[in-house]
């Protein structure tokens, strides 16, 4: 199967797991830290940015010009070319990772707020509601699941892209993929790979219980 | 700063940064044909079931339950397993990549699909139906038709994700423009590699979203594309 | 009132009890104070089975310990402990002398003394050198060394511009390996492809035929292992590689003798023969470093079984 001798290794050395469940309940428990981070932080500079987007209508071209190119750049890249200034550290991680996911949020906190419909917002200033009230009250509540959306897909992105910073000696579980890489070690690369999977999943789940328990009104209408 | 300016400099003044083996004009077309290929495949193996599924409408949601897992699955990982698993067999190149960019394709060509088709009023399929045309005749001229503006957003999507992750194959030895990120990283006065291949992606990326946005209008029916507009 | 008084109590002295238990764990009386040290290693097996012998020693006598394990090259790795991100690195006096921009020689203790001097210039120490020495060794299969007729380096003068040399990204700049081949020994290679730090990539693309050429470490148990032949370094351009810790001087301020006595006790018995042997259980048994450098100690009386 792979290139050098393991022939006589079985895929999965659970022994090594058992030895090793200590440092990996770190590697994960540093993996969840990074992306929940990223995306929490991520989320209050989208929405920071996406309300100057919806007020000002012409700054949406940039912020997403500018999010889209930050997209655009390689994580490996990203990594490496902030360690000079930031160092082998969580703010060099946690830069990249926010960057990736504003592009993600932001589309969907104005996708979402643009798709109210005209008909609701009319009835609203009808009822008296001020833009403030009208905004938090009716807006964003319609909007949820589209931005909740939006969390989800930036999540489990992040998670992905956290694997990556192991070449600046993070990287969560993805530190297990790297050095299995570099030792042609399946049971760390497993490990490691298998791991971020599971978190994903597990944000991905909550995330659709989230969006269900926000919009109750769409569960009741159900038949 | 005015280091790495002066190392940016320098990485460009050299000659083998321009011809050779390891020049940008090689890295570059390495790193398209890589990408580009990688989407093709990706197409071709996900498009006809996607489209088979949503114009059915139904198992829908247990293949996006499987497209949901396929992007929770880091590419990273799916570069390490391939280099474990086939570095014997196709030796050490780009091949190896090859299997976490599709896996990275898939999902958004996918979603897209399904979406596309949602997005498709059911009157008209109804209608169509109802004037006798077979299924096939309604998906390739009714179904088709109208979600391809979506589709082809997926695909883009999917494209300029793939360029920029392609960069990982540097890390097992690959070619493309990762090659100058993942060398200049590791060279005392590499920072100049560095930033030109981390631009250099961004470059390509943005040219090729460009360039399939341009594409997508093309390819749009023009009544599509009226309709689209006065939505 | 009263009660919530006695269970308070009682829950202080559980307390009291369970520190007093867990403080008195390897019977030493005084538990070392100071700053934790963040013990780091290169991104080779070598480097982190040294890591490890460290971080375990020091761990075993108390001293608070943090792993940052397979970081990168140098280039990496040396801005990290010069910020005080990393305190611990097993480094090699040749090579490190080199990238200090000094002159290495064949001599160990000048070697020491130039790449230590050099290095305290930035707040980072060496502590005593061990016996065992890890050089880079330039490889060729067996196939190949028949065929050109090759024993040494320089025997590779006449094919060169026909093979291809395989080693890790950073090797064009390092004087111990493209760019001292070329200086030294004139050698110009058709090309040079990056791989890894002597890891599995280099020795697959030895092997399938890849490179022609491949940069290893001497004491790598999968050369003998895939009968690879080491060319001899006949104009001697590898220096004195003797393993040595590089610690930052606020860590041995910190914590004095004891911490010195420690690891210099630790790399006096390591021998070139020793770290082979590490090696090999890394490499070709695929062993996990930290079970390596645990049954060392414990051999070697570092560690209580």
Redesign the interface.
Known sequence: ??????AD?ALIDWG?ID??SSPITDRLIEHLYLTVLAVVIGLVISVGLSMVALRYRRAYGPITAVT??M????????F??L??FT???VLTAEIALVSYTLLIIIRNIVAGIDGVSPAVLEAADGMGYTRRRRFWKIEIPLAMPVIVAGLR?AT??T??LV??S????LGGL??Y??????????TS??V??AG??VI??AF?VGFVFLERSLTPWLQRSRP | MSEFVSRVGEFLGAGSTWQGSGSIPVRLWEHLWISTLSVLIAAVVILPPAVFIAHRRKGALLASSIVNIGRAVPSFGILAIAVLWFLGVVGLGPWLAFPALIALAAPPMFTNTVAAFETVPPGVVEAARGMGMTERRIITGVELPLALPVIMEGIRIAYVQVIATATLAALVAGPGLGRFIVDGFAKRRGEGELFTGAVLVALLAVSIEMAFSAFEKMVTPMGIRRAGNER | MRNRKRVVGAALMALALVAAACGSGDGSADVPEGPTITVASFNFNESTIMAELYAQVLEANGYPVARKLNLGNREVVKPALESGEIGLVPEYVGTLLNFLEGTPSADSESTWQAAKAEFEKTGVTLLAYAPAQDKNAYVVTAATAASLGVSSVSDLQAAASTLVFGGPPECPEREACLKGLQEVYGLDFSEFKPLDSAGPLTVAALESGDIDVALLFSTQGIIEAKGFVVLDDDKGLNPAENLVPAIRVEIVDAYGSDLVDLLDALSAKLTTEELTALNRRADVDQDDPADIARDWLTANGFLSS
């Open positions: 199967m792979s290139f050098l001798a393991q290794r090594w030895r090793n889209n190119i997209f655009t750049i390689p994580s490996l890249a990203l490496a070319l360690v000079p160092g082998l550290t897909i489990v992105t998670v992905g694997t990556v192991a070449i600046i000696g993805g530190f993929i790297l050095r299995g890489l570099q030792t042609f070690f399946w690369v497993l490691g790979t971020s999977v994903a999943v991905d």
